[in-house]
């Protein structure tokens, strides 16, 4: 079992940065890629950027530019540094870890989720 512990969310003002971090414990030895996911209100999950290793992946086209996702030295954490923020922003972001062979995932965790609200 891998457990996942998101931290650095919270308000922003539209323009304005945060912060994510996840941090990975367990068997992460069984992880090969990590990334964010966000839920806003009333919509479904959906993909945010993941990296395999320590490459940048399947980054979403509406947050290219303004969201970098990178992963520590261990490959146990992971950032998502977040600029210029919108109100589209706004939603719960969770960490996902993945043992991943392909398009085949075997095994999948997520975070609780961290609140990002985006409000002037």
């Known amino acids: 079992q891998v457990q996942l512990v998101e931290s650095g969310g919270g308000l922003a003002q539209p323009g304005g940065s945060l912060n994510l971090s996840c941090a990975a414990s367990?068997?992460?030895?069984?992880?090969?890629?990590m990334g964010w996911f966000r839920q806003a209100p009333g919509k479904g999950r959906e993909l945010v950027a993941t990296?395999?290793?320590?490459?940048?992946?399947n980054i979403t086209e509406s947050v290219k530019g303004r969201l970098i996702i990178s992963r520590g030295n261990r490959e146990n954490t992971v950032w998502l540094q977040m600029r210029d923020l919108r109100h589209k922003d706004t939603a719960v972001y969770y960490c996902?870890?993945?043992?991943?062979?392909?398009?085949?995932?075997?095994?999948?965790?997520w975070g609780p989720g961290t609140q990002v609200t985006v409000s002037a």
């Open positions: 990296m395999k290793h320590d490459v940048p992946e």
């Open positions: 996902n870890a993945q043992s991943r062979a392909g398009e085949m995932v075997s095994n999948e965790f």
């Open positions: 367990g068997s992460t030895f069984i992880v090969n890629t």
